[in-house]
């Protein structure tokens, strides 16, 4: 019987071991959306159109912000949102390789799960928009997401590097959505 069992409980502790985690999930706060219908398009809009040009952001931390969050949430929910199950792999790749240049220009940890990560920045540009003042908007940077600290994070906001791979993920969304639709409109 212990030959049986023994052997038994290794598979399935192998077994076990080889499932992938689950997907990561995250949503974007309600005030993200005001006036739009759907959180998928306007965070696709809203990022192609700010990472465009780097000057679009200079000195405007709380857009910035704003900003990097709803990329946050686009690259959860890309891979994952069921109306996108026929778009390109690549969008997935590219998405990858953009958030891993977004979080190393703000110090955010690569394992970290993607929901802090937008409540802190979103709880940053509301205290800046409602002119709250800088250490107000700082604390709202949890430091375990942001370990450089929120006003060293609010300085790199208002000044961000160019981030190419952030701008190229932005467009490839945009077109993904745009050739999304086409192809549902022609079914119709």
């Known amino acids: 019987m212990l030959r049986i069992v023994l052997p038994l409980a290794t598979m399935l502790a192998l077994g076990a071991c080889a499932l992938p985690p689950p997907p990561q999930t995250a949503s974007l706060p309600a005030d993200a959306v005001i006036g739009a219908g759907d959180p998928l398009r306007s965070a696709v809009a809203n990022t192609s159109f700010a990472f ?25 929910e890309m891979p994952t949102n069921p109306r996108l199950t026929s778009v390109s792999p690549s969008i997935i790749g590219q998405m990858t390789a953009a958030r891993a240049e977004w979080r190393a220009a703000l110090g955010i940890a690569p394992d970290t799960e993607a929901q802090p990560v937008i409540n802190s920045l979103y709880a940053a540009a509301r205290a800046l928009g409602t002119g709250e003042a800088n250490a107000v908007a700082a604390s709202a940077l949890d430091s375990a ?3 450089r600290g929120g006003q060293a994070t609010l300085t790199r906001l208002a000044a961000l590097p160019s981030l190419p791979l952030t ?10 959505i745009r050739e999304r639709d086409a192809t549902a409109s022609r079914r119709l």
Do not use: D, I
Request: zero cysteines; proline letters at 5%; a neutral charge.
């Open 52 to 76: 465009s040009s780097q000057s679009l952001l200079a000195g405007r931390p709380a857009q910035a912000a704003r900003a990097v969050a709803q990329m946050e949430w686009l690259a959860v």
């Open 167 to 176: 701008n190229s993920a932005a467009v490839t969304a945009s077109e993904t």
């Open 145 to 147: 997401v942001f370990p």
